[in-house]
């Protein structure tokens, strides 16, 4: 199976879950993949920022890859390949796909600053793995400090067949969501699809503006495809109550250095990871902005929208 632009739902963000040592727990990557699928994902993202792929050695990553191919079943797979080079990029990119992944995702190195700097960078990665293997744009400037305009993505897409899905992180980018879509409606542009990140912070917005779903790593995975569904459903306000239940853990949640620490310590609290450890370097989350987090979850409970 490989990824389309028709591609929409949820598609988690997978943290990698590590034990207290640093070895990865792949006891806990079976369990990540069982609580997804009960989610009701529609496909995943491995490899990512959350997922801490710059810790890993190349085995380390594929073995990664491989195990969550074969546990998300017909699901299409994403695999992170952005690297600082192109060797590497290409030897996961290719070998991921041989495994059975569904496509990749292509984060722009933080050096990139010009419009013809991001679209030549695009072209020579394409170039690089090959322009048979479909493509995911990381917009994600908040972390990665690359702006990429909506004409640039544009560029990027018409330039690029195998580009078929932009998962978009724009702060504020409900605007560029508005533009993409005028673009395809103008026929200026193809259509692919559109996934948001961010912690599923304005998912509820980025859905009216026209996302296809969300790719982000929220603790709450059934959250975000609840979401989703209310939204194509038509329900807007059921849709927002769901969203307004959550949004005081999602806000915790997006303290710059922090986050990810936030977000397996909820994922342990849940049962989804045996430990909310990180690999070296990580941060680690302090008693206080534990016990901070419990009242949130306690808090979250009392609404009934934690889906326990």
């Given at each position: 199976?490989?990824?389309?632009s028709?591609?929409a739902?949820?598609?988690?963000?997978?943290?990698?879950?590590?034990?207290?040592?640093?070895?990865?727990?792949?006891?806990?990557?079976?369990?990540l993949?069982?609580?997804?699928?009960?989610?009701?994902?529609?496909?995943?993202?491995?490899?990512?920022?959350?997922?801490?792929?710059?810790?890993?050695?190349?085995?380390?990553?594929?073995?990664?890859?491989?195990?969550?191919?074969?546990?998300?079943?017909?699901?299409?797979?994403?695999?992170?390949?952005?690297?600082?080079g192109?060797?590497?990029?290409?030897?996961?990119?290719k070998?991921?796909?041989?495994?059975g992944?569904?496509?990749?995702?292509?984060?722009?190195?933080?050096?990139l600053?010009?419009?013809?700097?991001?679209?030549?960078?695009?072209?020579?990665?394409?170039?690089a793995?090959?322009?048979d293997i479909?493509?995911?744009?990381?917009?994600?400037p908040?972390t990665?400090?690359?702006?990429?305009?909506?004409k640039?993505?544009?560029?990027?897409?018409?330039?690029?067949?195998?580009?078929v899905?932009?998962?978009?992180?724009?702060?504020?980018?409900?605007?560029k969501?508005?533009?993409?879509r005028?673009?395809a409606?103008?026929?200026?542009?193809?259509e692919?699809s559109i996934?948001?990140?961010?912690?599923?912070?304005?998912?509820?917005?980025?859905?009216?503006?026209?996302?296809?779903?969300?790719?982000?790593?929220?603790?709450?995975?059934?959250?975000?495809?609840?979401?989703?569904?209310?939204?194509?459903?038509?329900?807007?306000?059921?849709?927002?109550?769901?969203?307004?239940?959550?949004?005081?853990?999602?806000?915790?949640?997006?303290q710059?250095?922090?986050g990810?620490?936030?977000?397996?310590?909820?994922?342990?609290?849940?049962?989804?990871?045996?430990?909310?450890?990180?690999?070296?370097?990580?941060?680690?989350?302090?008693?206080?902005?534990?016990?901070?987090?419990?009242?949130?979850?306690?808090?979250?409970?009392?609404?009934?929208?934690?889906?326990?």
């Amino acid at each position: 199976m490989l990824l389309t632009s028709k591609a929409a739902g949820l598609f988690p963000i997978a943290p990698t879950p590590f034990h207290p040592d640093g070895l990865i727990d792949t006891a806990s990557i079976d369990t990540l993949i069982e609580r997804y699928l009960a989610a009701n994902a529609t496909g995943i993202t491995v490899l990512g920022i959350m997922g801490e792929a710059p810790k890993m050695d190349a085995s380390q990553s594929l073995a990664i890859v491989k195990q969550f191919i074969k546990g998300m079943g017909n699901l299409p797979v994403i695999v992170g390949v952005s690297s600082t080079g192109f060797a590497a990029m290409r030897s996961l990119a290719k070998t991921s796909m041989e495994l059975g992944a569904a496509g990749v995702m292509i984060a722009p190195p933080p050096s990139l600053r010009t419009d013809d700097q991001i679209t030549g960078y695009y072209r020579d990665a394409i170039e690089a793995i090959g322009p048979d293997i479909p493509f995911v744009i990381q917009d994600y400037p908040l972390t990665l400090t690359v702006v990429m305009t909506p004409k640039v993505i544009r560029q990027i897409v018409q330039e690029n067949p195998s580009c078929v899905m932009l998962k978009h992180e724009d702060w504020p980018g409900l605007e560029k969501i508005s533009a993409l879509r005028g673009f395809a409606k103008d026929g200026s542009m193809r259509e692919i699809s559109i996934l948001t990140g961010n912690g599923g912070l304005f998912l509820d917005f980025e859905m009216e503006r026209g996302a296809d779903g969300a790719m982000t790593g929220y603790a709450f995975p059934e959250m975000l495809s609840s979401l989703v569904m209310l939204m194509k459903a038509g329900q807007r306000d059921a849709a927002h109550d769901l969203f307004d239940a959550h949004l005081p853990l999602l806000r915790y949640e997006q303290q710059q250095g922090v986050g990810l620490a936030v977000r397996k310590y909820v994922m342990m609290k849940r049962g989804m990871i045996a430990s909310d450890a990180q690999r070296k370097p990580g941060s680690a989350l302090p008693a206080t902005a534990r016990a901070e987090v419990d009242y949130l979850l306690d808090r979250l409970a009392k609404t009934g929208h934690d889906f326990a």
